[in-house]
């Protein structure tokens, strides 16, 4: 958020002898001078030279390879919520899409390499800085800021290894900076010792960084209820379902890592000063999008971008979010993400998330909205017309930040480790109920409307469907479905619940065919009818007509299947050309993970490739 907020951009440049190579960063969260240094003894002789290089380790989260674009945007679709950008599979990220992917695709190699930066950097802070004269002798400002920029260092690196389990499982796993004349020939390492490795640190990390409301001036930086968070997340991921080779399994020990992650989550909800809900799930995302300060901290840690560059801003915003073209006043977008339509109805109808986090609408030159097709809804919680100020042109980066894990967050993991403890206790059922709730604008009778939160069974269904409507389009569902191993299961279901819709079958009978809307001489798109209720016999008086059931035709539905096959729809029989949601996904291939690189493989003959590539 470099516009709004009042921290200046950091930028960080150092030169650490051996290990470390070119450190650079550009963040918004320190007030720090530029410095150039010679050897990592004189970088890590001082506290301002310990912060450089925490900034430096910070700095990969940020541009186009990591959470700019390819973590955030690429690598969580399709799913049964988005579906990456549209077309057949290319080699590129369509083919990560579609799943689909070879190891040769540089969007896999680049951020796989990118994060890796991030661990080598996190490591060598890691390992230097406890070794500094200050860390427990020196002057008690001193010490504090090393401990702090230390458990920093602690989290960051259980960030990158945590992206890159859940994206390529078993992983190489280093500790400690690489030095001249090791072994590099490093193995696959088991993603559950690591992720271990990873729990037992940030429980350390969660010891030597500040609460929220002791850190100073507000910035991006990891505060402890982040390193809380973040090791209930991991917590939950090792308690979960991985791929080894063509099978999901879960290890025996799992309800230790439940009772982690419920530990964690509780000592935040003690401590309700730090962090919250924001009353307003619109609010929340508008601070976003309006680069300013969300009040109640619901955002725990999230990755500043800014500086209009490749390597340290983000494309949300740009690449995703609602399709605007050559607007004069909002500039041109992608619109890249497109929304699954049968997720469009999992939303109850008086739901205000679902449309934060569905767009219904475009913005052409003539700078008004206008309707789009059920077949072209966007995701909507980046976007450039809430820029502020607006941003005309054709400019890639808006400086959004990527937010890793909010409050949101917190109570539905306690609710889901409850759960699995204890079965559907008050506790659960009220911390599951406070998300709901807020959609609902506080009416908690219609929040309870249909759920069932009497049985472990249904309560976590109700769990599973929640964070499918809380977290939609912040690349969280796909990883989800996977430790709870359900990803093949609800992407069939999708997909089924998709010809449903076509053929205007329950549960979407009342679907319109087609919606009407108007464009106001000022102001925002105008529906004429309810999405809910069957098309009248003729267009509405002043009205433009879009297709909206009748989008999700025998083409669309066929282009959710494997290229080569069909599908028919009443009358109309259509080929797949693979275009579509999760079109080329096959069960029991391997493809939920990524291919490791072909050019890591070369060089690291001990590393074997993931199963079905």
């Given at each position: 958020m470099k516009s709004a907020l009042t921290f200046r951009t950091a930028l960080a440049g150092l030169a650490l002898a051996?290990?470390?190579?070119?450190?650079?960063?550009?963040?918004?969260y320190l007030n720090v001078e530029p410095v150039?240094?010679?050897?990592?003894?004189?970088t890590f002789s001082t506290v301002a030279g310990a912060t450089a290089a925490v900034i430096?380790?910070?700095d990969p989260l940020s541009g186009d390879q990591s959470y700019g674009t390819r973590v955030s945007m690429y690598f969580p679709y399709d799913s049964d919520e988005m579906i990456g950008s549209s077309g057949a599979s290319d080699g590129a990220r369509r083919s990560i899409a579609r799943y689909k992917s070879l190891a040769t695709n540089t969007e896999i190699t680049n951020p796989w390499n990118t994060l890796y930066q991030g661990v080598e950097r996190a490591n060598i802070c890691i390992q230097q800085i406890p070794q500094m004269a200050a860390y427990n002798s020196g002057p008690a400002a001193d010490t504090a800021a090393l401990h702090r920029l230390h458990g920093e260092a602690l989290t960051l690196r259980a960030q990158y290894y945590l992206e890159l389990i859940r994206n390529w499982g078993d992983v190489p796993a280093q500790f400690t900076p690489s030095v001249s004349g090791q072994d590099f020939n490093l193995p696959n390492a088991d993603r559950n010792a690591t992720l271990t490795k990873l729990i037992a640190d940030l429980l350390q990390a969660e010891k030597l960084v500040p609460w929220r409301t002791r850190a100073g001036a507000a910035s991006e930086r990891i505060t402890k209820g982040a390193v809380k968070a973040l090791r209930a997340r991991l917590a939950l991921y090792r308690a979960g379902y991985s791929l080894k080779d063509a099978q999901m399994t879960r290890p025996s020990d799992y309800l230790e890592y439940y009772r982690i992650a419920r530990e964690e989550c509780a000592g935040l909800l003690a401590n309700r000063g730090e962090h919250t809900l924001n009353a307003s799930f619109l609010e929340l995302f508008k601070s976003i999008n309006e680069q300013r300060p969300e009040a109640a901290n619901e955002i725990m840690f999230q990755v500043g971008m800014g500086g209009s560059t490749a390597v340290s801003d983000s494309k949300l915003g740009y690449y995703n979010g609602p399709r605007l073209n050559a607007s004069p006043i909002y500039g041109s977008t992608q619109g890249a993400v497109t929304v699954v339509p049968t997720y469009f109805y999992a939303f109850d109808s008086l739901d205000s998330r679902r449309d934060v986090t569905i767009t219904t609408y475009s913005i052409p030159a003539t700078n008004f909205q206008t309707g789009v097709a059920l077949g072209a809804i966007t995701d909507g919680k980046f976007r450039r017309d809430w820029h502020n100020?607006?941003?005309?042109g054709t400019g890639n980066y808006l400086g959004y930040n990527w937010p890793i894990i909010r409050f949101a967050d917190v109570l539905l993991m306690f609710a889901e480790a409850e759960n699995e403890l204890s079965g559907p206790t008050t506790a659960a059922q009220n911390a599951l109920l406070e998300v709901r709730t807020r959609g609902f604008g506080g009416n908690r009778t219609r929040a309870l409307a249909g759920l069932d939160l009497s049985s472990k069974a249904g309560f976590f269904n109700a769990i599973v469907n929640e964070r499918y409507l809380e977290f939609g389009g912040e690349g969280i569902r796909k990883y989800d479905l996977l430790?709870?191993?359900?990803?093949?299961a609800k992407l069939a279901e999708a997909k089924a619940n998709l010809l449903k819709l076509a053929l205007n079958q329950a549960p979407y009978q009342t679907v319109p065919q087609y919606m009407y809307f108007r464009t106001p001489a000022a102001g925002n798109i105008q529906w004429a009818r309810s999405f809910y209720r069957p098309s009248p016999a003729a267009t509405p008086a002043g009205t433009t007509r879009v297709n909206w059931r009748q989008a999700i035709d025998a083409a669309y539905i066929a282009n959710t299947r494997p290229t080569g096959s069909s599908a028919t729809v009443g009358t109309t029989t259509a080929a797949s050309t693979g275009t579509g949601l999760a079109a080329e996904y096959v069960p029991g291939q391997g493809k939920e993970l990524l291919p490791i690189p072909q050019s890591t493989l070369a060089a690291d003959p001990a590393l074997k490739q993931n199963f079905g590539y």
């Open positions: 051996g290990s470390a190579g070119a450190l650079v960063s550009c963040q918004d150039a240094l010679n050897t990592t003894a004189y430096g380790a910070y100020p607006a941003i005309p430790r709870w191993n359900l990803f093949e």
